[in-house]
């Protein structure tokens, strides 16, 4: 079963790629709501822009822009010009980013 659905909003039949189970991580935005799911050939519907996945991780799109570049950031998916990112994976790697103390190296160092 996939994890997610496409579910109508509230704003004028908006479609809203909602989780089936909310599942909160840690150190993402609480408030989040998941984006219109894409229309058109912009992409699979499943997959966030970056701009969607910025919003998602509280970072800005300048820096996941640099971080892929860097490749610092998150895996993505390059179709054509765009750049897309899996929520399940922005996910996955956000909590593999947790650290006990800021002395901690984290997976940075590991690489």
Request: proline share 12%; glycine share 8%; charged share 25%.
């Amino acid at each position: 079963m996939h994890p997610y659905s496409i579910q109508p909003s509230e704003n004028d039949g908006d479609l809203i790629l909602a989780a089936s189970q909310a599942t909160p991580t840690s150190g993402l935005a609480d408030d989040y709501q998941q984006p219109p799911a894409p229309k058109g050939p912009e992409g699979p519907e499943w997959l966030l822009s970056t701009k969607e996945a910025a919003k998602f991780l509280g970072l800005s799109p300048h820096t996941l822009s640099k971080w892929r570049i860097t490749g610092r950031g998150p895996p993505f998916q390059a179709l054509g010009r765009r750049c897309l990112y899996d929520p399940e994976t922005l996910r996955r790697w956000a909590a593999s980013r947790a650290r006990r103390s800021t002395s901690d190296p984290g997976v940075e160092a590991e690489s």
